[in-house]
């Protein structure tokens, strides 16, 4: 617990993470934008980071000596699983004869993107929209799995640079940033081992210390 205050004792990394969730809450709230994807997203994200201990590693306090060896593993755990249940969230809500039709794209894309695809017609269209449909999906399994994190990482990136880069700005560079951060956590942070001091006798120990 002592450590724990320490590493904050700098940069106040925890209190700056909580302010964070609650300015950014408090915009989307004011101005009625729920459907705000980035915002939703930095207020999750800068929420559990309060949670956790985001200056026990790779930051200044850390370089400063007030690094921890270990911390809590089930904020890291919720925010991967946030990112993943992103990525499945948005494959599910396209299966949908617009988005799969192309429409969306055709009406989204930027007009120098149009003029270069407009070209190759409705099938161009339909092939993209079912290849992000399949390429959100598979992210939202991929990057849990060691074997395909290699092919899920690079497609993660592709697929949000070319959503700046065809769509546009707005809110999207913030949105891809805020995600492909967080994949640092998938490779890096799993749980450790721990002493566990049971009852033998106690079935309920017995089933509990099985699960």
Not at 82 to 97: E, F, L, R
Not at 140 to 163: S, Y
Request: with cysteine; charged share 15%; glycine share 10%.
């Amino acid at each position: 617990r002592i450590l724990a205050d320490r590493s904050d004792s700098i940069v106040f990394a925890r209190p700056a993470a909580a302010g964070l969730a609650v300015v950014a809450a408090a915009a989307m709230a004011l101005d009625l934008q729920a459907y705000s994807n980035h915002l939703a997203l930095l207020v999750a994200l800068s929420a559990l980071l309060a949670l956790g201990s985001p200056s026990a590693a790779w930051s200044l306090d850390a370089r400063l000596g007030r690094s921890r060896a270990g911390i809590p593993y089930w904020p890291v755990f919720l925010i991967k699983l946030q990112i993943a249940t992103m990525y499945g969230y948005a494959a599910v809500a396209k299966i949908n004869g617009t988005f799969l039709g192309g429409e969306v794209f055709a009406a989204r894309w930027r007009p120098r993107v149009t003029e270069l695809v407009e070209p190759l017609g409705d099938p161009f269209l339909i092939a993209a929209a079912i290849l992000t449909v399949l390429a959100e999906g598979f992210l939202a399994m991929a990057l849990w799995n060691a074997r395909l994190r290699p092919v899920a990482l690079p497609l993660g990136v592709g697929l949000h640079l070319g959503i700046v880069v065809t769509i546009g700005f707005g809110g999207l560079p913030a949105f891809g940033a805020l995600a492909l951060g967080t994949y640092v956590l998938f490779p890096v942070w799993r749980p450790g081992s721990r002493v566990v001091v049971w009852d033998e006798r106690s079935g309920f120990c017995g089933q509990f210390v099985r699960l």
